[in-house]
């Protein structure tokens, strides 16, 4: 399917869910791409590595702001390009990621990257077997060795845990000296406090303390729970749960597609003690 109506198919999965008919499937791309452009631009995509042109038919780019090729949106432009900035040798690095999509910067880590390890938590599966493609893992109780991991790439999964503190931790013990987890959150809740919005009790048992949010999820028609709106103190819950800093980036760049809400991308770095070629005296 060409990548711009693979993005609106994605979209209408988030806004309706995944049980559209084929019939309403095609009335809605039509009638999408019949609406006026609210930004078009051309420019060179980082995650299809081409001359494109961005299109967006709706004010919401986050969602909306896709490239004609490949169908990637903003934020997925965004991290790849952060990527790329900071750890220029990404292609030779051992690179987990966490509930990749099948676009944008997964599709170009999958194909680029020789030890790359895609995994997704299957609840019923053992944690550290592979499931068709995947490694089964918890981001809350990784089976990876400590210290043997570059980067941990995730892209919009932190707003969906429920122990975060956790998976802090966990990507602080596997990551080596040196390497980073790079990732997307929508920092909804900006400069107010992080707020949690729903709590897994130990039975198991889910309490909303706010009304319930989902998000689109590739593998489950029930999308997922959003769990936290965070806020830039996101930084200070990682340092306080795993004593590692956070860079955020932030990138808007029309000549890239890069414009769009909530499109911070967050470096958290593990520090390699050895290396002190460029340390400030
Ligand atoms: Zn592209």
Redesign the pocket.
Same mark, same amino acid.
């Given at each position: 399917m060409k990548?711009s109506n693979m993005a609106i198919i994605e979209d209408m999965k988030r806004r309706y869910g995944a049980l559209l008919s084929k019939r309403t499937k095609y009335w809605v791309l039509l009638s999408e791409k019949k609406r006026a452009p609210v930004l078009k631009n051309s420019g060179y &995509?980082p995650?299809?590595v081409?001359e494109?042109t961005f299109v967006a038919r709706d004010a919401w780019l986050r969602d909306h702001y896709c490239?004609s090729? &490949?169908?990637?949106i903003p934020r997925e432009?965004a991290l790849m390009l952060t990527i790329e900035t900071y750890f220029p040798k990404w292609r030779s690095l051992t690179i987990h990621e966490s509930s990749p999509g099948n676009r944008g910067a997964s599709k170009r880590l999958s194909q680029e990257v020789s030890q790359y390890i895609r995994s997704q938590y299957f609840p019923d599966q053992k944690p550290g077997s592979i499931v068709g493609e995947f490694r089964c893992e918890n981001l809350e109780a990784l089976t990876f060795a400590d210290e043997s991991i570059d980067l941990h790439v995730t892209q919009d999964v932190i707003e969906h845990v429920f122990h975060p503190s956790k998976v802090f931790n966990e990507i602080a013990r596997t990551l080596k000296p040196g390497g980073a987890h790079i990732f997307t959150v929508p920092i909804v809740n900006k400069y107010k406090p992080s707020k949690l919005r729903a709590r897994l009790s130990d039975d198991g048992q889910i309490s909303h303390l706010e009304p319930p949010v989902y998000h689109g999820n590739p593998i489950s028609d029930q999308g997922s729970l959003v769990t936290i709106d965070w806020g830039f103190d996101i930084c200070r819950h990682i340092f306080e749960s795993c004593g590692l800093f956070t860079h955020l980036v932030y990138i808007d760049d029309l000549s890239k597609g890069i414009r769009a809400e909530y499109i911070e991308v967050l470096i958290t770095v593990k520090p390699d003690k050895n290396d002190t070629k460029n340390a400030i005296p």
């Open positions: 990548g &995509c995650t299809c081409q494109v490239c090729n &490949c169908g990637s432009r």
